[in-house]
């Protein structure tokens, strides 16, 4: 929630308000037997509006003295409560938190130095009937505004933290949303869903199963005798049934005891909460869920049969504008129970209006101060790409990512103003500038995630031999990966904003993300005249992509840059990314012409293309490096 939102909380009044979420955020979830690497992801896209700045920092720890209570900061709340039993000092953690001051603390993302890592909120609002029934306390009840900053200055664990959270709502109540958070450990993982004035309910998740979850309830049918997996308050069931608002299970009805979404969120899914829905499992599973439409239940889990979901394809759902449907099956997918199609305007998960979205990547074969990464996009994923960080060991960020820029200016110097900038830009020529920037970003998480196999080695063997420099190296790390990426941003920015016909040089290659120094460059020694004869060709410059254009007949023209000196090139296109050997196609061609013809694509996909160029040593091919890719969807 913001202050303009607030605002409509005070002229409104809080029921009316608490019962029509007005946010986008999607959170998304995914269990370590679905990865391809083990690792268990999590995170959320924050939703508020068009422009709307955030920070991120390092949040020091502090003394806490003998009967202290905790107090929001920034003064925007009235929530105040007392520390958890024995706690003497608190934990330093990471925030990504709102620029402008004296609204609330709106932290959306964290880990603590004890590895504990959360991820607040997505609003989701309740029934009429339930907010009737337990109606929100005010301003002195906790807030999403809080969450993060009091749970994870104290919480030892995800348990410890869930624990702190429901003890909060139990003394003080909620102030004016129902919502759902993240907090986990590099054990498990808990989601949270506060259910109204006082009720909640928290859940373990499955290391088997993945989950999308907009702006709604969307806790099913619960075993409140689960101790071991379930985290309830104390009236979750009795209460609702003496308002009348109680529905029991749908399923297993003799082991499960109700079903959270209908009892405190009502039936069904809105046409946007159902578009979130359906786009990711789209995407992780290649398989089309329109029936979310028309039911008026379904369980919020589901499988990812082929167990390899990636930090790359998790920040491509954060990003996706469903460019990953055919034109138009998005839109004819959307019929509600009578098979009348659904006039309401599409819901992206990838808006103009996520100014925040972040990854919790954890490995749970890790020490828990090295468990969690962090992947953070100031501004919306669809242009702006995700980070890396060690957020249990850092103690400062780079400087940019601490700058407030609470107004959009033409020079940017915060991190969230200059991603900005090119996102609002993107938006604007979605199918050129949007498509190449989304190309671009994509390829660099995918860099990083690659990169970050060898760093979490280097870490690894200083907390095997030196630890106490482990907290100084990854800041130092974070740092230079930080600066690096804005300084990759600015050249992009510029580049895409001064041509209209963008052709990207920008290259990501040359970011290096690890402990150790980047090898310099050394002068070859001048050889020997007679050595001289001897020295293989050399390589061929990089080829500059022109221009694509798809012809009629299921065609692609491909139009490049000559190379001097080169006896020809090869076009490598592929329906991914990642040009992977079963969707790869390698033509040759001599170096007569610089624009060739790829025929027998398929209509309604996507192809990325690059070139390169090659000379001849003998008998053999001496090639130059691969142009940066470009993309182009199929449309005749």
Not at 280 to 309: C, R
């Amino acid at each position: 929630m913001r202050k303009v939102l607030l605002g409509m909380v005070a002229a409104a009044g809080l029921t009316a308000f608490a019962a029509v979420p007005a946010k986008a955020c999607t959170s998304y979830y995914v269990g370590s037997e679905l990865t391809k690497d083990g690792s268990t992801l999590f995170g959320r896209t924050e939703d508020v509006g068009d422009y709307h700045d955030k920070v991120f920092d390092v949040i020091d720890s502090k003394d806490v003295p003998e009967n202290g209570m905790w107090v929001d900061e920034d003064g925007g709340t009235k929530f105040t409560a007392p520390y958890k039993d024995g706690l003497t000092k608190t934990y330093r953690y990471t925030a990504c938190r709102d620029g402008e001051k004296g609204y609330g603390l709106f932290g959306e993302v964290g880990v603590n130095e004890k590895g504990v890592s959360m991820s607040a909120t997505t609003t989701a609002g309740n029934s009429e009937a339930a907010q009737k029934a337990d109606p929100f306390v005010g301003k002195t009840g906790i807030s999403e505004e809080n969450y993060v900053d009091y749970v994870l200055c104290q919480a030892d664990s995800a348990r410890d933290g869930v624990e702190i959270l429901a003890d909060a709502i139990d003394e003080c109540g909620v102030w004016y949303t129902a919502d759902g958070v993240f907090i986990a450990d590099k054990n498990e993982v808990w989601y949270m869903e506060i259910l109204s004035g006082s009720q909640y309910c928290a859940v373990k998740m499955p290391e088997d199963k993945a989950a999308l979850i907009p702006n709604c309830l969307v806790l099913g049918d619960i075993d409140l005798d689960d101790k071991e997996n379930v985290i309830a308050s104390d009236k979750v069931k009795t209460l609702a049934e003496e308002k009348e608002i109680y529905v029991p299970a749908q399923t297993n009805p003799e082991v499960n005891d109700i079903n959270i979404k209908l009892t405190y969120g009502g039936n069904g899914y809105s046409a946007g909460n159902a578009d979130r829905i359906r786009a990711g499992q789209y995407i992780l599973t290649g398989k089309d869920n329109t029936a979310i439409y028309k039911d008026e239940y379904q369980d919020i889990f589901f499988d990812v049969p082929s167990k390899d979901v990636t930090v790359e394809k998790l920040y491509q759902l954060a990003g996706s504008q469903y460019e990953e449907y055919a034109d138009g099956a998005f839109e004819a997918g959307r019929k509600d129970a009578t098979g009348k199609k659904i006039e309401d305007s599409i819901r992206v998960i990838g808006t103009n209006r996520s100014q925040e979205c972040h990854i919790l990547q954890i490995r749970s074969d890790m020490p828990a101060e090295l468990a969690t990464v962090e992947w953070l996009s100031m501004s919306s994923a669809a242009y702006s790409p995700m980070v890396p960080y060690y957020g249990a060991l850092l103690t400062d960020v780079a400087e940019p990512y601490k700058k407030a820029e609470v107004e959009q200016g033409e020079n940017p110097v915060s991190a969230y103003g200059i991603f900005k900038q090119l996102d609002s830009y993107c938006r604007q020529n979605v199918n050129t500038i949007g498509e190449k920037v989304k190309t671009f970003y994509k390829g660099y998480v995918h860099k990083l995630e690659e990169d970050q196999k060898n760093v979490d080695k280097e870490l690894m063997d200083i907390y095997n031999n030196t630890p106490a420099q482990l907290s100084q190296k990854a800041t130092e790390l974070g740092i230079s990966i930080g600066d690096q990426t804005i300084e990759m941003a600015k050249k992009l920015n510029a580049e895409a904003m001064a041509d209209d016909v963008f052709q990207i040089s920008t290259s990501y290659e040359d970011i290096h993300y690890s402990l150790t120094a980047k090898p310099e460059k050394e002068e070859a020694e001048q050889p020997a005249e007679e050595e001289k004869k001897a020295q293989p060709v050399a390589a061929p410059a990089k080829v500059t992509i022109k221009k694509l254009k798809n012809r009629k007949g299921k065609k692609l023209q491909v139009r490049f840059k000559k190379v001097a000196d080169a006896a020809g090139y090869e076009i490598a296109y592929s329906r991914g990314v990642n040009f992977g050997k079963k969707k790869t196609k390698v033509k040759s061609f001599n170096a007569a012409k610089n624009v060739r013809t790829l025929k027998k694509l398929k209509k309604g996909k996507r192809y990325f293309v690059k070139v390169r160029a090659y000379k001849m040593d003998g008998t053999q091919k001496v090639y130059g490096k691969w142009s940066q890719v470009r993309v182009v969807k199929i449309k005749k």
